[in-house]
Nanobody, 123 residues
């Protein structure tokens, strides 16, 4: 049974930084793609970053590239968010997929496993 748990959401001022964490349980495949998504009120869910376990291939959406950094430390995937803007306000989710090639791992792909989300508010 796969479980993903996000943490680190908070309210911050514009220009500030915040780091989100995603920890996975029951999920240790050799090929794993983990992505971060966000959904703002009234908007569609947006894939913003992904990282591939083997080789650590990383992809960012244009909306966050240069400001957000996704990283991996054993079973924990982090999303460091810098220079935050009010438009970054959203519920942030991590998602995971197994047996995915490095070239397929991307923010926009389909992920079968999801966390419950953590709220980030930028004012």
């Amino acid at each position: 049974h796969v479980q993903l748990v996000e943490s680190g959401g908070a309210s911050v001022q514009a220009g500030g930084s915040l780091t989100l964490s995603c920890e996975a349980a029951g999920f240790v495949p050799t090929k794993r793609c983990v992505g971060w998504f966000r959904q703002a009120p009234g908007k569609e869910r947006e894939g913003i970053a992904s990282i591939y376990k083997r080789g650590g291939q990383i992809t960012y959406a244009e909306s966050v590239e240069g400001r957000f950094i996704i990283s991996r430390d054993n079973g924990k995937i982090s999303l460091q968010m810098n220079s935050l803007k009010p438009e970054d306000t959203a519920v942030y989710y991590c998602a995971a997929a197994a047996s995915v090639s490095s070239t397929a791992c991307a923010p926009g792909m389909s992920y079968p496993y999801w966390g419950q989300g953590t709220q980030v508010t930028v004012s």
